[in-house]
């Protein structure tokens, strides 16, 4: 039971440069997110998705691009890293709607310098 | 917009003994969701405990429990009989029921807990 995937675990990268984190999950779950965790903000919501070519945005969007084409992953792109998206993401995944449980991978640390 | 709150950045229990952490929540809104996430140090988000609003007995998980005031916005934590294992960041959260966010966590800042032994 793989459950909710995310990779790389680590990821150092210059500013300028584009980065993608990945999240995979096996349980065919309808709901996507990612969030990014900094000191001092817990976890806000960056971009969320209900479905395979459904996505909208979070509370912290700017500078990241998501897309799903399949149902099983949903990739974060920073298009131009900047040091101010330095932080940990999480991916979660939930079954069918809003009401589920969110299960959350085990995170990317991203170092941008 | 709804916030969560979470007043005490740290807290620190003896073994065996009993903890409680605190949350409140600002919102306007009669149906949703809140939540008590762990995080260990390997920084996995485990969920701990939920709790629907709508559902007034309080939400229990072995030696999880809470204390659901709804009409006080809070919605605290309490931990009995501490084990080392339980050190860890708590992470209150609020999910709406409602609007085009649905789904969406609302997490608080955090209570770092240091169990002693």
């Known amino acids: 039971d793989a459950g909710i995937t995310q990779s790389p675990r680590y990821k150092i990268t210059e500013t300028g440069r584009q980065v993608t984190l990945m999240c995979h999950q096996t349980?065919?779950?309808?709901?996507m997110f990612w969030y990014r965790q900094d000191l001092g903000h817990g976890l806000r919501l960056i971009y969320y998705s209900a479905a395979a070519d459904i996505t909208d945005k979070g509370e912290v969007p700017d500078g990241y691009v998501v897309s799903r084409s399949k149902t099983e992953n949903f990739p974060l792109t920073l298009e131009s890293a900047t040091r101010s998206q330095t932080s940990v993401y999480f991916c979660a995944s939930s079954l069918r709607d809003s009401q589920e449980t969110q299960y959350f991978g085990p995170g990317t640390r991203l170092l941008v310098l | 917009a709804q916030t969560v709150t979470q007043s005490q950045p740290e807290m620190s229990v003896q073994e065996a003994e009993t903890v409680t952490l605190s949350c409140t929540y600002d919102?306007?809104?009669?149906?949703?969701?809140l939540f008590w996430y762990k995080q260990p140090p390997s920084r996995q988000m485990i969920l701990v405990i939920r709790q629907e609003a709508y559902k007034q007995q309080n939400a229990t998980e072995n030696r999880f429990s809470v204390n659901f005031q709804k009409a006080a916005k809070s919605f605290s934590l309490k931990i009995s009989d501490s084990q080392l294992g339980d050190a860890a960041m708590y992470f209150c959260a609020y999910r709406s029921n409602y609007g085009g966010s649905q789904g969406n966590l609302i997490f608080g800042k955090g209570t770092k807990l240091s169990v002693k032994p």
């Open positions: 919102t306007s809104e009669s149906d949703y969701y």
């Open positions: 349980w065919s779950h309808s709901y």
